[in-house]
């Protein structure tokens, strides 16, 4: 297998509305498109995991495990503008998500016990919504975990900015060489 890129962020139909594959359907794409590596990231949940693996096992690719959470930092962010969700409902998006990824057997630990203590909590943005907060990621990781965080996320959003600043005045850099020499 040679593709270098890796989904880092999958959900299979086990992750209600948000995906609809089968943990075997997503390995079985994989392999039809030679990756060596496939993650799965179920939102709220590990739900998936044990078939994804098992999947990942007779298929010959390695697999990466991980959760996508609701993340709270203090309150709950600004009610941001409604996005259309399967079936043409609408979503209320107030909370950004953040993807945690397991690294070896210490990594998958504390990602499962992270989702439980979430869950346990009873913190939630919506109906069957869980909420992880600042606390309990202290509480749980440790350096066997991968956080991805999305365009939606401050940080995301300050290095989605810079990108376009900085191709923006590439682009003007680039126009303004043109004119002179041409």
Not at 12 to 30: D, F, I, K, M, T
Request: charged share 20%; net charge positive; hydrophobic share 45%.
């Amino acid at each position: 297998m040679s593709d270098r890129f890796v989904h880092l962020k999958v959900a299979s139909g086990y992750s209600l509305q948000h995906g609809a594959s089968h943990p075997y359907a997503l390995v079985e794409r994989a392999v039809e498109h030679e990756m060596d590596s496939l993650a799965l990231t179920d939102r709220n949940g590990v739900y998936g995991a044990v078939r994804f693996v098992k999947a990942c096992a007779q298929a010959g690719i390695r697999p990466i495990l991980g959760v996508d959470l609701a993340f709270s930092h203090t309150a709950p962010a600004v009610q941001r503008t409604r996005t259309p969700a399967r079936g043409g409902a609408f979503r209320d998006r107030k909370w950004p998500r953040v993807t945690f990824l397991a690294n070896g057997a210490a990594g998958w630990a504390a990602v499962c016990r992270l989702v439980s203590a979430v869950h346990a909590e009873g913190r939630t943005a919506e109906v069957g919504d869980p909420v992880v907060t600042l606390d309990l990621v202290k509480q749980h990781l440790n350096e066997s975990v991968i956080v991805l965080l999305g365009p939606d996320s401050p940080l995301g959003q300050i290095m989605v900015r810079r990108r376009l600043t900085w191709l923006w005045l590439s682009c003007t850099a680039g126009a303004r060489w043109w004119r002179a020499t041409s």
